[in-house]
């Protein structure tokens, strides 16, 4: 196979050697994959849960390559590790659970889709959940609020932290329940609301409010659109 490099959230890796380049203080641990055989899937390969069911007894790489549905229940072990090819995605039928345990080495683009779910709360490897891997996109225009909420949704049940990363994240009102919400810093790291709605709604009662106890919401500026009546927030703030 040819020596090709991919980014990673947390460094980049070379498909022919299977190594972590690099790594930037993002979070996630380094884990050294030297000696992993690549398996790549595609139209003429199997299926993604028979490639996995492969990789449970040896170390392998799988390159998805096109978007492979999962239509039954799957648990991803430590030793098959995902990466994300050129068209890469993984969709998960609804009631299916997709319970991933093998480090994180996806970059920062939609790596998860369908009405199923996506568990990582038994993945040691991961600690950030961004919300590119639902398909989220920092630019200002596009609303992020369901890629935003199913971030949120996974941070939740996993027992995970949501990340957001440099640039503006437009968004409708997200359902928030107590998940630590961390961007890089106040100067570049934005949230910023659409015409009306607040930006985060903390759901439950305020008998429910132990369940916000140790939560973080650092590294980030939230802005407000007050052109149009907003409930209970700030215009602008400010959360380092």
């Known amino acids: 196979m040819s020596s090709e490099i991919l ?22 641990r380094m884990y050294d994959a030297g000696g ?14 028979n490639e996995v069911t492969l990789a449970s007894s040896t170390k392998t790489v799988l390159i998805v390559d096109n978007p492979e549905t999962i239509p039954d229940n799957l648990t991803v072990p430590e030793t098959c590790l995902i990466v994300r090819g050129a068209a ?10 997709l319970t991933i345990l093998s480090p994180p080495w996806w970059p920062l683009a939609k790596m998860f889709d369908g009405a199923g779910t996506i ?13 590119q891997w639902w398909g989220g996109i920092a630019d ?3 609303d992020n609020v369901a890629a935003i909420q199913k971030a949120h949704d996974v941070a939740k049940t996993s027992c995970k932290v949501l990340a957001f990363t440099p640039g503006v994240w437009l968004t409708s009102k997200v359902d928030w ?12 790291t934005f949230i910023k609301g659409t015409a009306g709605n ?5 759901s439950g009662s ?17 802005i407000v659109n007050d052109t149009s009546n907003v409930s209970g927030s700030l215009s602008r703030g400010g959360v380092g």
């Not at 305020?206 to 939230?222: D, E, H, K, M, Y």
């Open 206 to 222: 305020a008998s429910g409010l132990q369940s916000f106890l140790g939560v973080q919401i650092r590294n980030l500026t939230f």
């Open 88 to 97: 890469g995605e993984l969709n998960v039928a609804s009631t299916k659970t």
């Open 177 to 188: 329940s107590g998940v630590s919400l961390i961007g890089v810093n106040v100067q570049t």
């Open 140 to 142: 200002g225009v596009t």
């Open 36 to 49: 992993w055989g690549p398996r790549t899937i595609n139209a003429s390969r199997s299926n993604f849960a």
């Open 198 to 202: 607040d930006i985060f709604q903390a």
């Open 7 to 28: 980014p990673v959230y947390g460094g980049t890796i070379r498909t022919g050697e299977y190594t972590r380049q690099a790594e930037v203080n993002d979070g996630f």
């Open 119 to 131: 568990s990582l709360a038994d993945n040691r490897h991961v600690e950030r959940l961004p919300p």
